[in-house]
T-cell receptor, first 114, second 115 residues
Framework: GENVEQHPSTLSVQEGDSAVIKCTYSDSASNYFPWYKQELGKGPQLIIDIRSNVGEKKDQRIAVTLNKTAKHFSLHITETQPEDSAVYFCAASLNSGGYQKVTFGTGTKLQVIP | GAGVSQTPSNKVTEKGKYVELRCDPISGHTALYWYRQSLGQGPEFLIYFQGTGAADDSGLPNDRFFAVRPEGSVSTLKIQRTERGDSAVYLC?????????????FGSGTRLTVV
């Protein structure tokens, strides 16, 4: 099955700086890569996603990049704010038996220091 | 409803007891998923429903775990003879389509503690 690795496990940045989270996946058939933000006591919330036919996608202060050849994808957050503090999960999705099966990374705890 | 609703939000049970966890997905979402999240880990897949049927239950850890979705909406995850190792947050998610690349909408989860 698919295996998703995520680094770093924790990340502290000063407010206003950028944060980068990196993931790798194992199955070249994966074709959809969502990113989720999880705040304490809540379920993961989808913040951005990218499809395998796209190399980069941006939404305001967040951007994702995908390198299919290397099976790497990354989340970039610019101008970080204290409310960005949360746990972030990358995920890889592939078609399995007619549906998209999603495998999550182990998470990155981001702390933005005011 | 406006979002995915899970009840109860917290459940403490004694080892060996039976528990039921409920998920009420977004209205109209035909796909429903259960995940389990242990402390400091990402969500791990348990089971996927398309409509009323369990299309993929390969993530259920053993036969003590079972889930149903009799009318294609609300789902119940059932755990028999609970063990301390079952303690985790159980997350439910729904999506609009069976396949495709639509992201999930997760509920806030049920935190299960087996003592």
């Amino acid at each position: 099955g698919e295996n998703v690795e995520q680094h770093p496990s924790t990340l502290s940045v000063q407010e206003g700086d950028s944060a980068v989270i990196k993931c790798t996946y194992s199955d070249s058939a994966s074709n959809y890569f969502p990113w989720y933000k999880q705040e304490l006591g809540k379920g993961p919330q989808l913040i951005i996603d990218i499809r395998s036919n796209v190399g980069e996608k941006k939404d305001q202060r967040i951007a994702v990049t995908l390198n299919k050849t290397a099976k790497h994808f990354s989340l970039h957050i610019t101008e970080t704010q204290p409310e960005d503090s949360a746990v972030y999960f990358c995920a890889a999705s592939l078609n399995s038996g007619g549906y998209q099966k999603v495998t999550f990374g182990t998470g990155t705890k981001l702390q933005v220091i005011p | 409803g406006a979002g995915v609703s899970q009840t109860p939000s917290n459940k403490v049970t004694e080892k060996g007891k039976y528990v039921e966890l409920r998920c009420d997905p977004i209205s109209g979402h035909t796909a429903l998923y259960w995940y389990r999240q242990s402390l400091g880990q990402g969500p791990e897949f348990l089971i996927y429903f398309q409509g009323t049927g369990a299309a993929d239950d390969s993530g259920l850890p053993n036969d003590r775990f079972f889930a149903v979705r009799p009318e294609g909406s609300v789902s119940t995850l059932k755990i028999q003879r609970t063990e301390r190792g079952d303690s985790a947050v159980y997350l439910c998610a729904s999506s609009l389509r069976q396949g495709g690349d639509y992201g999930y909408t997760f509920g806030s989860g049920t935190r299960l503690t087996v003592v």
